[in-house]
């Protein structure tokens, strides 16, 4: 079992920054890839990044491409989302996750354990 706790997000307006952290208790957090997805009201989830075990590979979303990082130290069993030059179209409540697959993946039946989701608000 692994639990995990999204924390960072806030309101902000268009062009600001914002990091979002998630901690995970539990289990090796080295086991697992890492996965952020966000939900606005009435959109199905959204893939937005993930990362491998290690960190070595990352892969994004089209959307967030160029302005969202990924990153994690395995040390403090923490996942980061490092978001730049947010856009209101990013307004959503962001989801950490994390799967045992080997593989890194975009697709949200993947993975087996979700945090409970941080709120983003960008403003015009």
């Known amino acids: 079992q692994v639990q995990l706790v999204e924390s960072g997000g806030g309101l902000v307006q268009a062009g600001d920054s914002l990091r979002l952290s998630c901690v995970a208790s539990?289990?090796?957090?080295?086991?697992?890839?890492m996965g952020w997805f966000r939900q606005a009201p009435g959109n199905e989830r959204e893939y937005v990044a993930s990362i491998s075990r290690l960190g070595v590979s990352t892969y994004y979303g089209d959307s967030v491409k160029g302005r969202f990082t990924i990153s994690r130290d395995n040390a403090k069993n923490t996942v980061y989302l490092q978001m730049n030059a947010l856009k209101p179209e990013d307004t959503a409540v962001y989801y950490c996750?994390?799967?045992?697959?080997?593989?890194?993946?975009?697709?949200?039946?993947?993975?087996?354990?979700w945090g409970q989701g941080t709120q983003v608000t960008v403003s015009s």
């Open positions: 996750a994390a799967t045992p697959r080997a593989a890194v993946t975009t697709t949200p039946k993947e993975y087996t354990y």
């Open positions: 539990g289990r090796t957090f080295s086991m697992y890839a």
